[in-house]
């Protein structure tokens, strides 16, 4: 299995513009999460899909972010538009089933930069 | 919300000496896990624990989970290089509060 793939690993985008950043979850994992990650705030949960159905959104921080599961197999997450206090890492992880004995698998995470 | 804290925040030990994190909740946790994150990496599940007072091992980790469920620590026997990278505790409430501890960096001098 090649694992959660995230794309692109890096994002350089000027303030105003539009992101979006790409997931595939493992084939088979029902649950898919999005996290961001910075130096301040460490890892904070921002959205969560169970069987591509938005469970909770109260993380998403404000309304210039969205999420979007059309599918089991892949997953976007939008800001529009960007602003330079996006700047993060982004990740996205799956799992068979909330509390699965085998965790959350992540990928290896997009490293945003907003200027 | 629920939140889970880690101490210490940072940690710096010789090659060889033993290093433990602790993860603590104001309140009962359905589950303990552990992730480790390398430098300049993404987190990696190392273990999950669910029963109160479980005690797990593999190699040179230990996990434990408190009996009253609201801590649980993670013990490295005899540092090597290679287990340099922050060390987090997480818990999902029954899948309910996706929570992740803020961390403890450890490095190991050679």
């Known amino acids: 299995d090649a694992g959660v793939i995230q794309s692109p690993r890096h994002e350089v985008t000027e303030m105003g513009q539009e992101v979006t950043l790409r997931c595939k979850p493992i084939?088979?994992?029902?649950?898919l999460f999005w996290y961001r990650q910075t130096m301040m705030r460490g890892l904070e949960l921002l959205i969560y899909?169970?069987?591509?159905?938005?469970?909770?959104d109260s993380g998403m921080p404000e309304d210039r972010f969205s999420a979007k599961m059309p599918n089991a197999s892949f997953s976007t997450l939008k800001i529009q538009p960007s602003e330079p206090r996006d700047s993060a890492v982004y990740f996205c992880?799956?799992?068979?089933?909330?509390?699965?004995?085998?965790?959350?698998?992540f990928g290896s995470g997009t490293r945003l930069t907003v200027v | 919300g629920q939140q889970v804290m880690q101490i210490p925040q940072y940690q710096h030990v010789q090659e060889g000496e033993d290093f433990t994190t602790y993860c603590n909740s104001s309140?009962?946790?359905?589950?303990i896990q552990w992730y480790k994150q390398r430098p300049g990496g993404h987190p990696v599940f190392l273990i999950q624990?669910?029963?109160?007072?479980e005690v797990k091992k593999q190699k040179r980790l230990t996990f434990q989970f408190g009996e009253a469920k609201k801590n649980s620590s993670l013990h490295i026997t005899a540092t090597q290089t290679t287990d340099v990278g922050t060390y987090f505790c997480?818990?999902?409430?029954?899948?309910?509060?996706?929570?992740f501890g803020p961390g403890t960096r450890l490095s190991v001098l050679p």
């Open positions: 992880a799956s799992s068979l089933t909330p509390g699965s004995n085998y965790g959350y698998t």
């Open positions: 084939s088979g994992h029902n649950s």
């Open positions: 899909f169970n069987n591509n159905v938005p469970i909770d």
């Open positions: 309140t009962t946790l359905s589950n």
């Open positions: 624990l669910v029963k109160s007072g």
């Open positions: 997480a818990s999902d409430n029954y899948g309910q509060n996706f929570v």
